[in-house]
């Protein structure tokens, strides 16, 4: 019988009935998981938690309090508050970087639409004559001293 009992109920060093409300949640290969919730929570009130919920309520809370007894025990200041807000924190701080990711990526797709657009104009620019960006410069391919300009 001794090993048939919950951890509650070998917590609580009492007899464990069929019908105990903590042997489906609080299963005796891990006794620890009882210890924190009946450190912060207290036995009875536990009880009567899972005895208001209904039965396909009742192991989403006893993992809910499990998870909040063991927050407050690892931070007895905020609990599990304080993983939340280290939570929001980092979201802050992803949302942060990814706004200065999309202004980079707008700033580079700006540049890079003008620097396509001159490349397209150089890709123009080899369909014309050889010697229509040199006469527009002012330079000639002949060369002859009547259309030097220096001495």
């Known amino acids: ?21 903590f042997s489906l949640y609080f299963p005796s290969n891990n006794p620890q998981r009882f210890a924190y ?10 009880g009567k938690m899972l005895q208001d919920l209904p ?34 924190q980092e979201i802050y701080n992803v949302q942060c970087q990814i706004a200065k990711i999309q202004a980079e990526i707008a700033f580079l ?3 890079a639409q003008s620097d396509q657009t001159q490349y397209q104009q150089l890709q123009i620019a080899p369909n014309l004559d050889p010697n229509f960006l ?17 001495f």
């Open 1 to 21: 019988m001794a090993s048939t009992r919950c951890a509650a109920c070998k917590y609580l060093r009492r007899r464990c009935p069929s019908d105990c409300i």
């Open 55 to 88: 039965l396909h309520r009742r192991a989403d809370a006893a993992d809910s309090l499990y998870y909040e007894a063991h927050c407050r025990i690892k931070d007895p200041v905020y609990g599990c508050v304080g993983i939340i807000n280290i939570l929001l």
């Open 134 to 150: 040199s006469e527009q410069k002012g330079l000639s391919n002949s060369f002859d001293d009547s259309s030097t300009w220096f």
């Open 109 to 111: 797709g700006t540049h």
């Open 37 to 46: 919730v009946h450190k912060i929570f207290g036995a009875s009130n536990i």
